[in-house]
């Protein structure tokens, strides 16, 4: 697709809009901005892929084809038709149509999405389909109207490894940013005391051997008119994997959870450096070597059962771990306080809340 630069937006889990941004720039996305909702800046289709593939924080990449005022629906209508829709779309290929209205003279939002879905039958001949896996998302906000493709498909945080979960699962974009927000950067060793189904520990054995989070699974773009299978085959194209000596252990009582991190750290290609085993807290030690993080995100009541008895279970952990683990880091991903207090760790400054599953949730951070 030979066109002129547009806006990419990167969707963020809320509350992760910083760490995600410092990774767009540092994935040379240099001018990446936060916005509302997440992370923008200038480029072209071939960015809108390499953001898809090596951006570890990103649920969606949006890419926004257009922008106009609109004050009713008859001008929305009139507008939307005079959009190229062949140079972003097949007609071939079905799409849905997806609004949001905010501050607006058009309030209605599924009357604004059925006026666009129109306007793409009509004009392009494209079928629109409540199922299309391609996503056309229609914002209007204070008359404002911007047009977006949603170049994703499903949600970036399924890598399309991670076929078991466990209860109340850590979602791999929010583990990556969390992961980012203790330091971590793949030289060192990461444990996690209740891995559930390991996606702490698979995220950052991803990161030590500087694997693509995108490299296997299908998007929404490579069903655009643009898209160069040839290109992007070059860009997924696998480095060799950094060599490293570290180890990345999961621990868990449930040995249904540990069964379940073993085939997706399997499926991910990083079993050779990750390790499960079912055990308790009391039972934690540190692996030989030098120190490294302990990052987890413990039961909290509100998703998994009440609070009461998890009191005594957080200071445990943190007995075990001011005893045992001297010179660690350690994360601690919690929506209650009074359980991270409970560890008796002495934390950092808080970071901003994210939301996680519809309940907001803190990562609190300490030096042993």
Known sequence: MNTPPFDIFIVATPGLEAPLADEARAAGFTEAKITDGGVTFPGTWPDVWRATLALRGATRVLARIASFRAMHLAQLDKR????????????????????????????????????????????????????????????????????????????????????????????????????????????????????????????????????????????????????NARAWTELRKPAAPTPTTLRFLGFDRDPGAIRMAHENATRAGVSDLTSFAQQSIEDLTPPEGPPGLVIVNPPYGTRVGEKGPLIGLHRTLGTVLRTRFAGWRVGIVTADRQLAQATGLGFEPPLPPVLHGGIRVGLYRARL
């Open 80 to 227: 939307a038709r005079k959009l190229a829709w062949a140079d972003f779309l097949r007609p071939d290929v079905p799409v849905h149509v997806e609004a949001s209205c905010k501050r607006s003279r058009i309030y209605h939002a599924g009357a604004a999405a059925q006026r666009v879905a129109t306007a793409i039958s009509e004009e392009l001949g494209a079928p629109i389909a409540e199922n299309a896996t391609l996503r056309i998302m229609v914002r209007i906000e204070d008359d404002l109207v911007t047009i977006s493709i949603d170049t994703s498909g499903e949600s970036l945080h399924k890598r399309g490894f991670k076929e078991g979960v466990a209860k109340a699962p850590m979602r791999e974009t929010m583990a990556a940013m969390f992961l980012a927000q203790c330091g971590y950067t793949g030289t060192e060793p990461v444990l996690d005391p209740m891995c559930g189904s390991g996606t702490f520990v698979i995220e950052a054995a991803e990161i030590a051997l500087g694997l693509s989070p995108g490299r296997t699974r299908k998007f929404a773009f490579e069903q655009l008119p643009g898209f």
